[in-house]
Protein backbone atom coordinates (compact mmCIF):
# COMPACT_ATOMS: atom_id res chain seq x y z
CA UNK A 1 0.00 0.00 0.00
CA UNK A 2 0.96 3.84 -0.48
CA UNK A 3 0.19 6.65 0.52
CA UNK A 4 1.16 9.29 -2.42
CA UNK A 5 4.13 7.25 -2.95
CA UNK A 6 4.88 6.84 0.15
CA UNK A 7 5.01 2.82 0.24
CA UNK A 8 5.04 -0.05 3.08
CA UNK A 9 4.61 -3.47 3.30
CA UNK A 10 1.50 -4.74 5.46
CA UNK A 11 0.87 -7.25 7.76
CA UNK A 12 -2.45 -8.09 8.99
CA UNK A 13 -1.54 -9.35 12.69
CA UNK A 14 -5.09 -8.70 14.18
CA UNK A 15 -5.16 -12.47 14.53
CA UNK A 16 -1.53 -13.30 15.03
CA UNK A 17 2.15 -12.11 15.28
CA UNK A 18 5.18 -11.44 13.12
CA UNK A 19 8.40 -12.64 15.31
CA UNK A 20 11.28 -10.61 14.22
CA UNK A 21 9.68 -7.54 12.18
CA UNK A 22 13.39 -5.92 12.38
CA UNK A 23 14.72 -8.43 9.71
CA UNK A 24 11.17 -8.66 8.04
CA UNK A 25 11.77 -4.65 7.26
CA UNK A 26 15.18 -5.50 6.12
CA UNK A 27 15.10 -8.01 4.00
CA UNK A 28 11.84 -7.39 2.22
CA UNK A 29 12.29 -3.43 1.58
CA UNK A 30 14.93 -3.92 -0.42
CA UNK A 31 13.90 -2.97 -4.13
CA UNK A 32 16.34 -5.14 -5.73
CA UNK A 33 16.20 -8.28 -3.59
CA UNK A 34 13.18 -8.20 -1.76
CA UNK A 35 9.77 -6.69 -2.40
CA UNK A 36 10.30 -3.12 -1.94
CA UNK A 37 9.21 -0.33 0.19
CA UNK A 38 10.06 2.34 2.55
CA UNK A 39 9.61 -0.67 5.43
CA UNK A 40 7.00 -2.50 7.02
CA UNK A 41 3.82 -1.92 8.91
CA UNK A 42 1.46 -4.06 11.13
CA UNK A 43 -1.75 -4.23 11.69
CA UNK A 44 -2.24 -5.24 15.00
CA UNK A 45 -5.01 -6.00 17.73
CA UNK A 46 -5.01 -2.93 20.42
CA UNK A 47 -6.85 -2.85 24.48
CA UNK A 48 -7.41 1.21 23.78
CA UNK A 49 -8.18 1.89 20.38
CA UNK A 50 -9.87 -0.41 17.28
CA UNK A 51 -6.24 -1.11 16.24
CA UNK A 52 -2.65 -1.01 16.49
CA UNK A 53 0.11 0.57 14.11
CA UNK A 54 3.92 -1.01 14.16
CA UNK A 55 5.99 0.60 11.80
CA UNK A 56 10.12 -0.30 11.04
CA UNK A 57 11.98 1.38 8.65
CA UNK A 58 14.22 0.28 5.74
CA UNK A 59 16.93 -0.67 8.16
CA UNK A 60 14.81 -2.01 10.55
CA UNK A 61 14.85 0.41 12.89
CA UNK A 62 10.70 0.85 14.76
CA UNK A 63 9.58 4.33 14.23
CA UNK A 64 6.90 6.18 16.37
CA UNK A 65 5.26 7.04 14.13
CA UNK A 66 4.14 7.49 9.99
CA UNK A 67 1.56 9.78 8.97
CA UNK A 68 1.21 8.09 5.46
CA UNK A 69 1.16 4.75 7.05
CA UNK A 70 -1.56 5.34 10.09
CA UNK A 71 -4.09 6.40 6.90
CA UNK A 72 -3.05 3.35 4.87
CA UNK A 73 -3.39 0.75 8.29
CA UNK A 74 -6.93 2.85 8.66
CA UNK A 75 -7.89 1.98 5.07
CA UNK A 76 -6.65 -1.88 5.59
CA UNK A 77 -9.00 -2.26 8.86
CA UNK A 78 -12.04 -0.64 7.30
CA UNK A 79 -11.56 -3.07 3.94
CA UNK A 80 -11.15 -6.02 5.61
CA UNK A 81 -13.78 -5.37 8.12
CA UNK A 82 -12.20 -4.95 11.40
CA UNK A 83 -13.66 -1.34 11.73
CA UNK A 84 -16.92 -0.43 10.56
CA UNK A 85 -18.49 3.36 9.59
CA UNK A 86 -15.96 6.42 8.96
CA UNK A 87 -14.44 6.98 11.85
CA UNK A 88 -11.79 4.58 14.03
CA UNK A 89 -9.19 5.15 16.49
CA UNK A 90 -5.38 4.14 15.95
CA UNK A 91 -3.14 3.51 18.51
CA UNK A 92 0.84 4.29 17.48
CA UNK A 93 3.11 4.53 19.87
CA UNK A 94 2.99 8.38 19.59
CA UNK A 95 -0.63 8.04 21.45
CA UNK A 96 -3.83 7.10 19.75
CA UNK A 97 -4.64 9.04 16.15
CA UNK A 98 -8.38 9.19 15.02
CA UNK A 99 -9.41 9.29 11.83
CA UNK A 100 -12.36 10.34 9.67
CA UNK A 101 -12.48 8.14 5.84
CA UNK A 102 -13.88 9.28 2.30
CA UNK A 103 -15.21 6.33 0.77
CA UNK A 104 -15.28 5.23 -2.52
CA UNK A 105 -18.30 3.78 -4.86
CA UNK A 106 -17.75 0.37 -3.28
CA UNK A 107 -17.63 1.74 0.20
CA UNK A 108 -13.38 1.39 0.44
CA UNK A 109 -11.62 4.04 2.36
CA UNK A 110 -10.09 6.57 -0.61
CA UNK A 111 -8.56 8.80 1.56
CA UNK A 112 -8.31 10.30 5.48
CA UNK A 113 -8.12 12.57 7.60
CA UNK A 114 -6.37 11.75 10.37
CA UNK A 115 -5.88 14.22 14.08
CA UNK A 116 -2.25 13.87 14.15
CA UNK A 117 -2.25 16.06 17.71
CA UNK A 118 -0.42 19.12 18.89
CA UNK A 119 3.05 19.30 17.97
CA UNK A 120 6.10 19.50 19.46
CA UNK A 121 8.47 22.15 19.62
CA UNK A 122 10.66 21.90 23.00
CA UNK A 123 14.08 21.96 21.48
CA UNK A 124 15.15 19.38 24.23
CA UNK A 125 12.07 17.27 23.83
CA UNK A 126 12.33 16.78 20.12
CA UNK A 127 14.72 15.65 20.73
CA UNK A 128 17.97 17.72 20.11
CA UNK A 129 20.76 19.77 21.79
CA UNK A 130 18.63 23.08 21.35
CA UNK A 131 17.13 24.66 24.08
CA UNK A 132 13.90 26.85 24.70
CA UNK A 133 10.45 26.28 24.14
CA UNK A 134 10.64 26.56 19.77
CA UNK A 135 13.57 26.30 17.78
CA UNK A 136 12.60 28.66 14.59
CA UNK A 137 15.40 29.71 12.15
CA UNK A 138 18.33 28.91 14.30
CA UNK A 139 22.12 28.32 13.03
CA UNK A 140 23.24 24.98 12.86
CA UNK A 141 26.31 24.12 10.63
CA UNK A 142 26.19 20.84 8.17
CA UNK A 143 29.44 19.77 6.70
CA UNK A 144 31.13 23.20 6.96
CA UNK A 145 27.65 25.04 5.52
CA UNK A 146 25.27 26.88 7.98
CA UNK A 147 21.64 26.54 7.81
CA UNK A 148 18.62 28.24 9.43
CA UNK A 149 16.73 25.12 10.68
CA UNK A 150 13.38 25.00 12.55
CA UNK A 151 12.42 21.90 14.26
CA UNK A 152 9.29 20.08 14.84
CA UNK A 153 8.30 16.52 16.00
CA UNK A 154 5.13 15.46 15.27
CA UNK A 155 5.51 11.73 17.00
CA UNK A 156 8.74 11.61 14.64
CA UNK A 157 11.74 14.34 14.64
CA UNK A 158 12.00 16.40 12.34
CA UNK A 159 14.58 19.39 10.68
CA UNK A 160 13.07 21.73 8.55
CA UNK A 161 15.16 24.28 6.20
CA UNK A 162 13.77 26.19 3.81
CA UNK A 163 15.90 26.31 0.53
CA UNK A 164 14.53 25.22 -2.45
CA UNK A 165 14.85 21.44 -3.28
CA UNK A 166 15.70 21.26 -6.73
CA UNK A 167 18.58 20.54 -7.64
CA UNK A 168 20.18 19.68 -4.32
CA UNK A 169 22.01 16.71 -3.67
CA UNK A 170 20.08 15.04 -0.83
CA UNK A 171 21.58 12.47 -0.05
CA UNK A 172 24.43 13.48 0.43
CA UNK A 173 23.39 16.63 2.57
CA UNK A 174 20.39 14.03 4.10
CA UNK A 175 22.96 11.53 5.42
CA UNK A 176 24.56 14.77 7.18
CA UNK A 177 21.55 16.05 8.50
CA UNK A 178 20.24 12.67 9.99
CA UNK A 179 24.03 11.96 11.66
CA UNK A 180 24.27 15.15 12.96
CA UNK A 181 25.13 15.12 16.93
CA UNK A 182 23.12 17.41 17.50
CA UNK A 183 19.98 14.99 16.82
CA UNK A 184 20.82 12.20 19.52
CA UNK A 185 18.14 10.24 18.03
CA UNK A 186 18.74 10.78 14.42
CA UNK A 187 16.82 13.44 12.42
CA UNK A 188 13.99 13.70 9.31
CA UNK A 189 14.61 16.34 7.36
CA UNK A 190 12.83 18.47 4.72
CA UNK A 191 14.22 20.98 2.64
CA UNK A 192 11.31 23.55 1.06
CA UNK A 193 10.05 26.17 -0.98
CA UNK A 194 6.99 28.41 -0.74
CA UNK A 195 5.66 28.59 -4.14
CA UNK A 196 2.40 29.93 -3.34
CA UNK A 197 0.24 31.62 -0.43
CA UNK A 198 -0.68 28.67 1.76
CA UNK A 199 1.43 26.52 -0.43
CA UNK A 200 4.96 24.56 -0.21
CA UNK A 201 7.15 22.69 -2.23
CA UNK A 202 9.26 19.26 -0.43
CA UNK A 203 11.60 16.71 -0.47
CA UNK A 204 12.49 14.70 3.00
CA UNK A 205 15.27 12.59 3.77
CA UNK A 206 13.88 9.78 6.13
CA UNK A 207 15.94 8.48 8.88
CA UNK A 208 16.51 4.69 8.55
CA UNK A 209 15.00 4.87 4.95
CA UNK A 210 16.67 7.78 2.70
CA UNK A 211 14.80 10.08 0.28
CA UNK A 212 11.36 9.35 0.11
CA UNK A 213 8.13 9.97 -2.53
CA UNK A 214 6.61 11.04 0.28
CA UNK A 215 6.19 11.73 4.76
CA UNK A 216 2.79 12.49 6.47
CA UNK A 217 4.72 13.26 9.51
CA UNK A 218 7.15 15.53 7.63
CA UNK A 219 4.46 17.34 5.78
CA UNK A 220 3.10 18.79 9.13
CA UNK A 221 6.11 19.39 10.48
CA UNK A 222 6.89 21.62 7.07
CA UNK A 223 3.65 23.51 7.49
CA UNK A 224 4.09 23.98 11.24
CA UNK A 225 7.26 25.51 10.47
CA UNK A 226 5.73 27.65 7.26
CA UNK A 227 3.32 29.07 9.82
CA UNK A 228 6.56 29.85 12.66
CA UNK A 229 8.57 31.47 10.13
CA UNK A 230 5.68 33.56 9.13
CA UNK A 231 5.56 32.24 5.53
CA UNK A 232 1.87 30.24 6.00
CA UNK A 233 -1.33 31.17 7.80
CA UNK A 234 -2.06 29.40 11.42
CA UNK A 235 -5.60 27.77 11.01
CA UNK A 236 -5.83 28.09 6.91
CA UNK A 237 -5.07 24.64 4.89
CA UNK A 238 -1.64 24.41 3.64
CA UNK A 239 -1.09 22.67 0.55
CA UNK A 240 2.04 20.48 0.51
CA UNK A 241 3.50 19.56 -2.61
CA UNK A 242 5.63 15.95 -2.46
CA UNK A 243 7.21 13.86 -5.07
CA UNK A 244 4.70 11.35 -4.56
CA UNK A 245 1.71 13.71 -4.70
CA UNK A 246 -0.12 16.31 -2.24
CA UNK A 247 -1.44 16.62 1.36
CA UNK A 248 -3.36 19.03 3.00
CA UNK A 249 -2.30 20.14 6.34
CA UNK A 250 -4.37 22.43 8.66
CA UNK A 251 -2.41 23.74 12.02
CA UNK A 252 -4.94 24.84 14.76
CA UNK A 253 -3.85 25.95 18.22
CA UNK A 254 -5.11 22.29 19.48
CA UNK A 255 -3.88 20.40 17.30
CA UNK A 256 -2.79 19.27 13.37
CA UNK A 257 -4.91 17.63 10.71
CA UNK A 258 -3.34 15.68 7.79
CA UNK A 259 -5.63 14.22 4.26
CA UNK A 260 -4.53 12.74 2.19
CA UNK A 261 -5.21 9.43 -0.14
CA UNK A 262 -4.59 5.53 1.22
CA UNK A 263 -3.94 3.31 -1.94
CA UNK A 264 -4.41 -0.54 -2.11
CA UNK A 265 -1.12 -2.12 -4.96
CA UNK A 266 -1.65 -5.32 -4.88
CA UNK A 267 -1.67 -8.52 -2.11
CA UNK A 268 0.15 -11.60 -1.53
CA UNK A 269 1.45 -14.44 0.57
CA UNK A 270 5.30 -14.97 1.12
CA UNK A 271 7.02 -17.68 2.92
CA UNK A 272 9.54 -15.87 5.75
Do not use: Q
Request: with cysteine.
Amino acid sequence: MHGIGNDYIYFDCMKGELKNPEEVAVKLSDRHFGIGGDGIILLCSSKIADCKMRMFNADGSEGKMCGNGVRCVGKLAHDLGYVKGTTCRIETLSGIKPLEFTLDKEGKVASAKVDMGAAILDGEKIPSTFKGASVVGAPLTVDGEEYKVTLVSMGNPHCIVFKDPDGLDLEKVGKKFENHPAFPERINTEFVKVVGKNELKMRVWERGSGETLACGTGACATAVAAVLNGLCEKGEEITVHLLGGDLKILYTDETTYMTGGATLVFTGEIDL
